[in-house]
């Protein structure tokens, strides 16, 4: 018998889970996971294994090929491969049981349905990682990456999430913590011996200390978590103007793909349509709509009602003009109110069919329309349309970030992050007060304890169950 068998399970007082662990739908593999104290009597139930041995001895970490059979009537499942996990060195650190079987749903879900009557039960969304991160194997920020890293649709996200992953926000947590704690042990020791305070509590030291060991790193949190954010959540750009200008055409240039019906009659587009593209790793949501002008046709201005609705939400307006017509009083009554709605919004000028009006001027259309930047293209030939996105980016990202965004071995904070890093700074900064102001010690300790609570919600030290609730919810079953 394996030695491993005879050890009793490391957290014998939780239940057993199990999930489907791939997505929906045919596929060459599925499999099911099992964690928690039952994995390895339940896997002995349902397994046959192909080489058969009695009794049953599993090695961890070891694959085996055979059987899964349905313990009520012998009846055969599907043929697997499946691997043994043995408590602490697995995802959970629970001992763990997973059944690679062909990749049929309802072969899936039959395995399933078995381990469930024989003791398990379905595991909630993200439960396997509540579970390492509870068993101590990750931390919270590294749980988050996970999550992070399955749903990454470009390599910079990816990237960052592989970074946090690793450790890097954890890190560079950790060693601020580190200092906030040596800190307090100074005050501490001030607070037990107040008659020497003086000499204990040496203020400009201390606020040195403070300024360049804490404040200083927790502001470049703060400041990259910003940048990072239009890299994570990406933004919104809504393409606006006349009928016919080539908003439609534009769209499907920028998608490199034929996604919106493009005909030379006026009105042709009635519904927004939306998609998105990558520029540099910065995900951009593209919405083109209906051409804005007086109509009495319902279906038309219902679409115009959404195009002005999209604009609402938008970082960036995308006005598209003629290049074949001059600048009329429609495009400038269309641009005055695109900025009496919103004078933080962003626009960018666009002329079209430059293809066939090579002598447009841009100034002529910039001086009706504030100077704002403009792009000469032609969505038809695809001309010029490298420079609309490199225009688009720094128009997003400011002039400075040139090839694109690399946060190379940074760590870098999501938004709950930063709302716990500011939380953190603030407290920081009430304690540099306290330093100035010669205040007691308790106070001082005070703020340097409410810092590191709100540093520790980050790693998941002090984190309240609601919030750990909120973010394991969002993970997908099985993971
Ligand atoms: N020559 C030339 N024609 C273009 C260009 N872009 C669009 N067109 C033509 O202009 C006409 C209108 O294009 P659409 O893309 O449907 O214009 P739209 O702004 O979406 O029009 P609505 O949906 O009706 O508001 C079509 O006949 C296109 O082929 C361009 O760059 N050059
Ligand atoms: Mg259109």
Redesign the pocket.
């Known amino acids: 018998m394996s030695p491993f068998e005879q050890i009793p399970p490391a957290s014998s007082a939780a239940e057993t889970i199990a999930a489907i662990a791939t997505p929906p739908g045919p596929g060459g593999i599925g499999i099911v996971r099992i964690s928690g104290p039952l994995s390895l009597a339940l896997f002995r139930k349902i397994f046959k294994p192909r080489h058969k041995k009695s009794p049953q001895v599993y090695e961890s970490h070891r694959m085996y090929y055979g059987w899964i059979i349905d313990p009520a009537n012998s009846s055969p499942i599907d043929e697997v491969l499946a691997v043994f996990m043995q408590a602490p060195n697995t995802y959970t650190r629970e001992d763990v049981v997973e059944i690679q079987c062909h990749g049929s749903y309802l072969v899936l879900q039959e395995i399933l349905s078995i381990i469930t009557t024989y003791g398990a039960r379905l595991a909630e969304p993200g439960e396997f990682t509540k579970r390492a991160f509870l068993n101590g194997r990750l931390d919270l920020t590294q749980a988050e990456a996970v999550l992070e890293l399955i749903e990454a649709r470009t390599d910079v996200v990816r990237s960052m999430a592989v970074g946090q992953l690793q450790g890097r926000l954890y890190e560079s947590i950790s060693a601020i913590q580190e200092r906030l704690v040596a800190m307090r042990a100074i005050i501490e020791v001030a607070i037990d011996f107040p008659e020497d305070e003086t000499d204990i509590l040496d203020s400009a030291a201390l606020q040195k200390q403070l300024r360049v060991g804490v404040e200083e790193p927790l502001a470049a949190l703060i400041a990259r978590a910003d940048e990072a954010k239009i890299f994570r959540e990406g933004i919104s750009a809504v393409i606006l103007?006349?009928?016919?200008?080539?908003?439609?055409?534009?769209l499907?240039t920028l998608l490199e793909e034929d996604r919106?019906?493009?005909?030379?009659?006026?009105?042709?587009?009635r519904d927004t349509i939306e998609e998105c593209i990558n520029i540099k790793g910065m995900p951009v949501h593209i919405v083109?709509t209906?051409?804005i002008r007086h109509t009495s046709e319902t279906v038309e201005e219902m679409g115009i009602q959404r195009a002005r609705a999209k604009l609402a939400a938008a970082d960036l307006v995308l006005f598209?003009l003629d290049a074949t017509e001059l600048l009329t009083e429609e495009d400038q009554a269309l641009y005055s109110s695109i900025k009496q709605h919103s004078k933080k919004q962003k626009v960018l000028l666009i002329l079209?069919?430059?293809?066939?009006a090579p002598g447009a001027h841009p100034d002529q259309y910039r001086i009706g329309l504030g100077n704002e930047e403009l792009v000469a293209?032609?969505?038809?030939?695809h001309?010029n349309i490298p420079e609309l996105k490199e225009r688009i980016f720094s128009l997003i990202t400011g002039p400075k970030k040139g090839t694109g965004w690399d946060p190379g071995t940074a760590a870098v904070p999501n938004v709950r992050h930063k709302d716990a890093l500011k939380k953190g700074l603030k407290a920081c900064l009430r304690v540099k007060k306290g330093l100035k102001a010669n205040i007691s010690p308790d106070l001082l300790a005070i703020d340097i304890q409410s810092a590191l609570e709100h540093l520790g919600d980050i790693v998941g030290e002090t984190t309240t169950e609601d919030v750990l609730d909120m973010i394991f919810e969002r993970f997908c079953i099985g993971k």
Request: positive net charge.
């Open positions: 103007g006349r009928p016919n200008v080539g908003k439609s055409s534009l499907n919106a019906l493009v005909t030379h009659i006026p009105g042709t587009t083109d209906a051409g598209v079209n069919k430059i293809d066939i293209v032609s969505a038809k030939f001309t």
